[in-house]
Nanobody, 126 residues
């Protein structure tokens, strides 16, 4: 059973930065897709980015490309979401998710992910 725990959320002014962490436990195997998602009140859950634990490539939604960066520390079983140039539209609950989807590309659709964290709130003020 994979368990995920997000941390690092908070309130920041527009243009600022935050780094979210997603600590994983209970996982086995090398190729696990880790996705970051967000959901604002009244909106659908949106894929932000993803990374495969077996590689270093990451994939991003157009809305965050160039501003957000996903990385991982395999020794700590932790995936990070570095967010820069934050905008009020980035305000949402942010979730990390995981699933074993093999090597290569990891999708940004929430329906592909089985394990979910509890989320961490990010609020960006103008």
């Amino acid at each position: 059973q994979v368990q995920l725990a997000e941390s690092g959320g908070g309130s920041v002014q527009g243009g600022g930065s935050l780094r979210l962490s997603c600590a994983t436990s209970g996982g086995t195997g090398r190729h696990m897709c880790m996705g970051w998602f967000r959901q604002a009140p009244g909106k659908e859950r949106e894929g932000v980015g993803s990374i495969n634990t077996g590689g270093s490539s990451a994939w991003y939604a157009d809305s965050v490309k160039g501003r957000f960066t996903i990385s991982q520390d395999t020794a700590k079983n932790t995936v990070y979401l570095q967010m820069s140039s934050l905008k009020p539209d980035d305000t949402a609950m942010y979730y990390c998710a995981a699933n074993y989807l093999g090597p290569g590309w990891c999708p940004l659709q929430s329906t592909n992910y089985y394990y979910w964290g509890q989320g961490t709130q990010v609020t960006v003020s103008s």
